[in-house]
């Protein structure tokens, strides 16, 4: 399985950002979560948000919680986090990930079944 991401870029304060998570090559196993980690500079990784394939539940970190909505297309194989009312202190590198919803909750990237490689997400006047 193939994670890209896609949709990083530079915004101000207040602005939004809508990341995308697409999957390729073999078919996702129904238990696993995917969504997204972050890592800002000289901090650990942080679960950001998952959403789960076999039944919608969605996690969401408090430091995202009401401003950050993730949702997913099956059809597509295609996961989005919509980011609205950005910080500065939403900057860092964001990886979509696919693994256990726990994992996320935990903040164990290196849990995770599947990364793809980061994409910047920068937020500053």
């Known amino acids: 399985v193939q994670l890209q991401a896609s949709g990083g870029g530079l915004v101000q304060p207040g602005g939004s950002l809508r990341l995308s998570c697409a999957a390729s090559?073999?078919?996702?196993?129904?238990?696993?979560?995917i969504g997204w980690f972050r890592q800002a500079p000289g901090k650990e990784r942080e679960g950001v948000s998952c959403?789960?394939?076999?039944?919608?539940?969605?996690y969401y970190a408090d430091s995202v919680m009401g401003r950050f909505t993730i949702s997913s297309d099956l059809a597509k194989n295609t996961v989005y986090l919509q980011m609205n009312s950005l910080k500065p202190e939403d900057t860092a590198v964001y990886y979509c990930t696919a693994g256990p919803y726990n994992k996320y909750e935990m903040n164990d990237y290196y849990g995770m079944d599947y990364w793809g490689k980061g994409t910047q997400v920068t937020v500053s006047s």
């Open positions: 090559g073999s078919t996702l196993e129904d238990y696993l979560c």
């Open positions: 959403i789960r394939r076999n039944n919608g539940r969605i």
